[in-house]
């Protein structure tokens, strides 16, 4: 059972006052702003990109970028999420999302993210969750960060552990997909305690 989402954060974990960017070798992990819209549409309006992920629906719809983009800021603010737009380093193009759904009380977060089908199998995917993890564990000071995977799509499985996450096991029957029951692959990594 989920527990009510506090509308602020835990006073225990620090949380800075405005989203910061991110930067990688290649990357740029930014706050989306209303201008990202038409290129989240073009990017997530794809068959193969919609399967591998729970929430992006296939066609996806007039307006669901904007509506989407739009939750993000208040959602940092309040602590809840903290939604990066992942860039091109050297031209600043849009190639995909990536963040942490917080539950402060419980000092964790699930990981997810996506990249536009002809961003795939060049390890930026990978770069970016690298960043974000410790971005969470680091400066968020989460004590766990989740992120679960289809099995059909293994590739985000050693995009996880690439990461830092160890697999943890599989939830049978755990989410419904287009009317489709499926098992979700997990993993995880929690932050080493630096008391003895």
């Excluded at 059972?1 to 910061?20: E, G, I, K, N």
Aim: proline share 7%; hydrophobic share 40%; glycine share 10%.
């Amino acid at each position: 059972m989920r527990a009510h989402s506090p509308s602020r954060t835990c006073p225990c974990l620090p949380h800075p006052v405005t989203q910061p960017t991110l930067r990688t070798e290649r990357l740029v992990l930014r706050p989306f702003t209303s201008a990202d819209a038409a290129d989240v549409r073009r990017l997530a309006d794809d068959p193969d990109v919609a399967n591998n992920t729970l929430t992006i629906p296939h066609p996806y719809p007039e307006g669901q970028a904007e509506s989407w983009i739009a939750t993000h800021a208040p959602g940092f603010e309040q602590g809840r999420l903290a939604i990066f737009a992942v860039t091109a380093a050297e031209h600043g193009a849009l190639l995909g999302a990536i963040g942490l759904s917080i539950e402060a009380a419980h000092a964790r977060a699930e990981l997810g993210y996506w990249l536009g089908r002809e961003f795939w199998g060049r390890g930026l995917a990978t770069e970016a969750a690298r960043a974000v993890v410790a971005f969470g564990l680091e400066e968020l000071r989460l004590e766990r960060i989740g992120a679960g995977h289809f099995p059909h799509n293994p590739a985000s499985g050693r995009v996880l552990e690439k990461a830092g996450l160890e697999r943890e096991g599989v939830l049978r029957g755990f989410v419904r997909k287009g009317g489709e029951r499926l098992d979700l692959v997990v993993f995880g990594v929690v932050r080493a305690s630096s008391s003895p």
